[in-house]
């Protein structure tokens, strides 16, 4: 199922609400041939509480085998402070939806590949495909480009002329189990 929603963004702009089944397809013109990553602008609408999947293909075929499940997280939180039991040890609080937009740039889902996918587009036209696995979901824009690579730490301090001395004495503390947003409810 397809539909135009204009309720999920601040100035009201239609984005597309895609249903557990079936596909959505658009057309695109590369100007330069070579490797692109992809990102997607989405938005975790109700569902059954999992994580959102679709199978990407690229002019009909999908481009490698780890595009047949990409997915699109959840965003969780917890819904209060920790709960005690009788002898006063700390129990994980119950965790709540907290649906936001998102950017993502697809990568592997398993983990396997620490950086983003880079997909081959030969210079024309071209299609983009998302198959509906498991999950609705609310998309705002998808976007083709190239990532730019990050700098390392000794690059960027060379650039901005940040002087080390200017970080002293900073100690930031947080306790890994007060995180305020989470990609998975079990996350504790």
Known sequence: ????????????????YMGENGFVEWTFNIE??????????????PGKNSAIEREILIDGKR????????????????????????????LR???????MWVEKVIDDSDGLYSEPF???????????RFVSVKEPVAID?????NLKDIPY???????????KSNFKN??????????HLKSEPTLY
């Open 153 to 163: 730490y000794r690059e960027v301090m060379k650039e901005e002329h940040i002087s």
């Open 32 to 45: 330069e041939e070579g490797l692109y990553n992809i990102a997607v602008k989405y938005y975790p609408v």
């Open 170 to 179: 900073i100690i930031v503390k947080i306790q890994g189990e007060k995180a």
């Open 63 to 90: 481009p490698f085998n780890e595009a047949r499940i990409v997915r699109f997280e959840r965003i969780w939180k917890d819904a209060g402070d920790p709960l005690r039991d009788n002898r006063g040890n700390e």
């Open 118 to 128: 880079l997909f081959y587009f030969s210079k024309g036209r071209h299609t983009l």
């Open 1 to 16: 199922e397809l539909k135009k929603l204009t309720n999920l963004t601040q100035d009201k702009h239609p984005v597309l």
């Open 93 to 99: 609080p119950l965790q709540v939806e907290f649906p």
């Open 141 to 145: 824009y998808i976007k083709i480009f």
